[in-house]
């Protein structure tokens, strides 16, 4: 069976994205775009080492081709490139090569130290300087507040400070995945673009923008602090297993904007352009009473305009609320709606219509201290609203409505408040009107939790085993769900709760994992064998297929423009399907509360609606394909050090307003069918296990009714207790509605592989069958919409892989190769349908795994992918293919290293 590949205009789609999510924070001089024929000097090694994603899972897109800075800035023939310093670069970098231990486990690459005199003979011929800066991060790689990760090193300090003392126009590109350190900028830097990681077309897209072939229009989704606050969110401390959240809702610019206005560097939501534009306001009006109806609310009518003569551009217009202090206090700002323009030529102007239901607007109150506990609520007083093109910018005239009493929105159960109490901040207002920090004691869980989830069990289905009925009567709604699922005996339904993989020999090679109709059984009853892969930027396929590697989430956010990522994921969708994959891991969501998280860059912002507006747009365009997608980690995941074990300690508020907010949009309005829980604890309780995330506020009160699975290898502790975690207590798991165990390894559901507790759990009553069913019909309900069970059969299974003929090679022995070589030359005796097995050892470090391609006669057979044995041997059912006698060349596509191959056995079936 081939796949795909990557879809045909993707990729150079993609690059319009990369380049409308490009920020340009200053732009002196019009220092951009450069004009024809102007002279350039082009400085830093990551003008060729151009970064294009994060690491990790996020990140990990094998791509046909990538571009870089110079060399599509060369390729393009309208600026005069300073040759000789390309010439010194090219021969240093290649010289000095980027390990391969480097690209994953870095968050930088060593830079070329610039002599005086270099710099000085550039300036002599180039007018202009551009320096390429480069920084990553990802999964298991967190950002460090040190040189070489937020902060620059020493020798690009220099390389900074020498070009600045020999030219007198100096620009530079931040080719990074997360915010860094900005103190380094001086009067002479006439102009800063933020490039972000633009994927396969970053190269060509940053270009683009240079050369003013596109205008610019991203907007900052985080603010940039001066320093960097570390005492609230800022700080990973790998010794700790507790992040208290004492900055409560106050995170990115409901901070700064707050507390902290004298701190900030570039405020959120600013971005230049290469045009000016002028927001005025036609209309201003309240939609309805004041309810939690999502149609009542604030309308804004403004016009917009190019009032440039050179280039054209979009505008973002942002609306953000200033919410009285009431009782329970409030940041300065907070977004509430916000609207792009399409491309407006010089002059030319567009109204936009920008609505925000009230809800938007309100607080959650988690002490009661408005006089309604766990409600959410408008307290009474005056809300200013102020319209313009970043949370500084006040353009616009400021109107306001009042509200004389408190206003209760939604009225809803106290869930997942802590069970410790701590101090989280708050405003308080001196005479002259500032703001200071106080605090207050964060309420503590009131709710007998234990009794609540003992009152909800839901009722047994009685067992009627096997009445022949399938999984598509269900869909033709021929028969109930509830009849579907009576026919599962206990021993059957434990299986559809472990999902298989990585690289499931029976779903396209290298991705994630395949969960559903992971046995014979279960796919006899009509549930689909359903496929996931790696998200956000593209499909990760291990073991070296090629998809498109898309820009990254940060950058998808700078464009503010849910429209143009609705479109980018539709095409995304497109080559899912092209590639056999049911189901996207992404997208990932987590607020970026610390600039330091190494997975920044697969998430969005640090405000919850921005991220909420632009997951739901991913989730619209993958679904409008006919695939679906995962919204993911939920929730808090803040941090890659020591994430499975840390707990994230935080008030109720802060959880719904701030860090539950983006995923409550991505259901409501995104409509997305599958969740990933984070591997982190949230008070306590690991997010697979987590009643109350997991059920009463996912379900309960918002209604979802797809299904969920855990991340990979991630620990489950007791759903009333707590305490310690381990990977095999997925009773708990089931119990708090979290339906799927990201993964048991290939073939190990039915095995039981992984040595869960489900089986005894059942028998000693610590779980209810009833819970078990509830998540098979889950499953069941989001197997039904999958393109899995459209296809209706299995792939990758039994594939023909015809003999070759020539001089006969070795014979092997009782059909096991014993492996010396990646090439494998070798004459079968017998033909017929033939299980693959292969034994094998990996010695790669923690968590690391290592992937390899099994090819026979130059085909595809399937990849393994495996964790760490520490040395020692194993052996895995591979997949079962066809064969005949005659010539065959079993190659191993791989770098021998940490993954030991010795055997590879064909058992007859
Ligand atoms: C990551 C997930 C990813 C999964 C599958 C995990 O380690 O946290 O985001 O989807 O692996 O690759």
Known sequence: MKTGGPLKGFAEFSRAVAAQGTILLKNDNNFLPLQKQETVAVFGRCQLDYYNC????????????????????????????????????????SKNPVQPSNIVKSTHYEEMEITDSCVKEAAQVSEKAIIVIGRTAGEDNDNTNTKGSFFLTDTEKNLIEQVCKHFDKVGVILNVSNIMDMSWENKKISSIVYAWHGGMEGGNAIVDVILGNATPSGKLPDTIPIILESSLS????????????????????????????????????????????????????????????????????????????????????????????????????????????????????????????????????????????????????????????????????????????????????????????FKRIKPVIDSAGRFHIDHETVPTQTIDLAQRIEE?????????????????????????????????????????????????????PGTASAFGGVSKKLREFGIPLICCAD?????????????????????????????????????????LIKNNIDLLLAPGINIHHNLLNGRNFEYYSEDPLLCGKIASAVVKGIRKSGVDATVKHFACSGQETNKRRLNNVVSERALREIYLKGFEMVIKEGKVNSVMTASNKINGYYCASNY??????????????????????????????????????????????????????????????NHDNIHESLNNGNLKLSELQRAAINICRFALKTNAFKRGHMLFENTHFPAQTGPIPKLIVNNILEIENTDNLFYFESSGKFQINVTYSSTAKGLGQTACNVLLNDFL??????????????????ANVKMDQGNYNLKLDYIPGALKITKIEFIKL
């Open 234 to 421: 800022n700080h990973i401390d790998k010794n700790s297993t507790e992040f208290i959240y004492e900055d409560d809702i106050y995170v990115g610019y409901r901070y700064y904007e707050t507390f902290a206005k004298d701190k900030v560097k570039y405020p959120f939501g600013f971005g230049l352009s290469y045009t000016k534009f002028k927001i005025e306001l036609l209309s201003f009006n309240l939609i309805g009473p004041i309810t939690n109806s999502k149609s009542n609310g604030i309308e804004i009518k403004v016009l917009v305009t190019n009032i440039g003569n050179r280039y054209n551009g979009k505008e973002v217009v942002q609306v953000y609320v200033e919410a009285p202090q009431g009782q329970l206090g409030q940041p300065a700002r907070k977004l509430i709606t916000f609207a792009k323009t399409h491309l407006l030529n010089q002059g030319e102007s567009e109204i936009l219509t920008l609505f925000s239901p009230f809800f938007r607007s309100a607080s959650f109150d988690d002490s009661g201290i408005s006089g309604f506990k766990s409600a959410y609520v408008l307290e009474a007083g005056e809300y200013f609203i102020h319209v313009g093109n970043n949370v500084r910018d006040d353009q616009c005239p400021v109107n306001s409505f009042k509200i004389n009493n408190t206003i209760v929105l939604k009225q809803v159960e106290e869930a997942m408040a802590p069970s410790m109490s």
């Open 861 to 878: 057979v399937t990849t393994i992918h495996v964790g760490n044995t520490n040395g020692k041997t194993f052996s895995k059912k591979l």
């Open 535 to 575: 998200g956000p930027s593209g499909i990760r396929m291990e073991g070296g297929l090629a998809a498109t590697l898309i820009p990254i989430g940060t950058q998808l956010s700078s464009t503010w423009d849910y429209n143009l990522i609705e479109m980018l994921y539709s095409m995304e969708g497109k080559e």
């Open 692 to 753: 109350d995330l997991n059920t009463t506020i996912l379900r309960k009160e918002w209604n979802y009714d797809g299904f969920v699975m855990t991340d990979w290898w991630t620990c489950i502790n007791d759903i009333v207790n707590k305490g310690e975690g381990s990977q095999n207590n997925l009773a708990n798991m089931i119990k708090a509605q979290n339906d799927v165990y990201m993964t048991v390894g290939n073939y190990g559901a039915e095995l039981n592989e």
């Open 54 to 93: 994060g690491t990790g899972s996020g990140g990990s897109v094998t791509v046909m081709y990538s571009t870089d800075f110079i060399n599509s800035l060369k390729s393009r023939n309208k600026v005069i490139v300073n040759e000789t310093l390309y010439d010194i670069y090219t021969d240093w970098v």
């Open 456 to 508: 909800r069990i839901p009722n047994e289905i009685p067992y009627t085993g096997d009445q022949g009925y399938k999984l598509k009567q269900v869909g033709h709604n021929q028969i109930s769900m509830e009849k579907f699922i009576a026919q599962f005996s206990p021993a059957e339904l434990e299986i559809l709760v472990r999902g298989e993989g990585a690289s499931h020999p029976n779903v396209t």
